[in-house]
Antibody
Framework: QVQLVQSGAEVKKPGASVKVSCKASGYTFTDYYIHWIRQAPGQGLEWMGWINPKNFDTKYSQKFQGRVTMTRDTSISTAYMELRSLRSDDTAIYYC??????????????WGQGTLVTVSS | DIQMTQSPSTLSASVGDRVTITCRASQTISSWLAWYQQKPGKVPKLLIYGASSLESGVPSRFSGSGSGTEFTLTISSLQPDDFATYYCQQYKSYSPFTFGPGTKVDIK
């Protein structure tokens, strides 16, 4: 069965960086795009970007351009999301999620459990 | 990025009610629209994709319609398990994906 398992909670100081991992299993990792979505406490879903694990292609939301980097390691079926220059309003649960189809540009239907990132001095 | 809006932001309804949520895109997205349901403390669940296609395992009381810039999610007869927050998301090719702000359906 498809599973996405994320790394554990993080506490960071303003200005620091965080790197969240997402280990995939139960399918061929390079066949499906991985998206990163975040949700601040009590707020809605915010799409951050996606990575195509097959060719390293990425697309980011304009809001995070220049501050986020999405990467992957195909040898261990793991995707990563690094966010730099953290601010207090980056405090959120960060989710990785897999697209529904192999074609790219599809909604997501498998989610990781979420990683809480807290930014506080 | 394409902007998404939803209305209403909160909806109070009773079990058995017919519920409709509207989602609008700032530019045409054809039928590249999905609907998700999220309950407190849980990950979102895909309900509808392609504006009107029901995801496997989702009850048939959920339906979606629309194309271009205006879309609706309808719950034909609201059940106790349906009290949740609903988000639309556009996934138009070559554009960054974006979510709507959400519609919370609570008990009247």
């Amino acid at each position: 069965q498809v599973q996405l398992v994320q790394s554990g909670a993080e506490v960071k100081k303003p200005g620091a960086s965080v790197k969240v991992s997402c280990k995939a299993s139960g399918y061929t990792f390079t066949d499906y795009y991985i998206h990163w979505i975040r949700q601040a406490p009590g707020q809605g879903l915010e799409w951050m970007g996606w990575i195509n694990p097959k060719n390293f292609d990425t697309k980011y939301s304009q809001k995070f351009q220049g501050r986020v980097t999405m990467t992957r390691d195909t040898s261990i079926s793991t995707a990563y999301m690094e966010l730099r220059s953290l601010r207090s309003d980056d405090t959120a649960i960060y989710y990785c999620a897999r697209e529904k189809t192999e074609s790219g540009y599809a909604p997501v239907n498998y989610w990781g459990q979420g990683t809480l990132v807290t930014v506080s001095s | 990025d394409i902007q998404m809006t939803q209305s209403p932001s909160t909806l109070s309804a009773s079990v058995g009610d017919r519920v409709t949520i509207t989602c609008r895109a700032s530019q045409t997205i054809s039928s590249w629209l999905a609907w998700y349901q999220q309950k407190p403390g849980k990950v979102p669940k895909l309900l509808i994709y392609g504006a009107s296609s029901l995801e496997s395992g989702v009850p048939s009381r959920f339906s979606g319609s629309g194309s271009g810039t205006e879309f609706t999610l309808t719950i034909s007869s609201l059940q106790p398990d349906d009290f949740a927050t609903y988000y639309c998301q556009q996934y138009k090719s070559y554009s960054p994906f974006t979510f709507g702000p959400g519609t919370k359906v609570d008990i009247k």
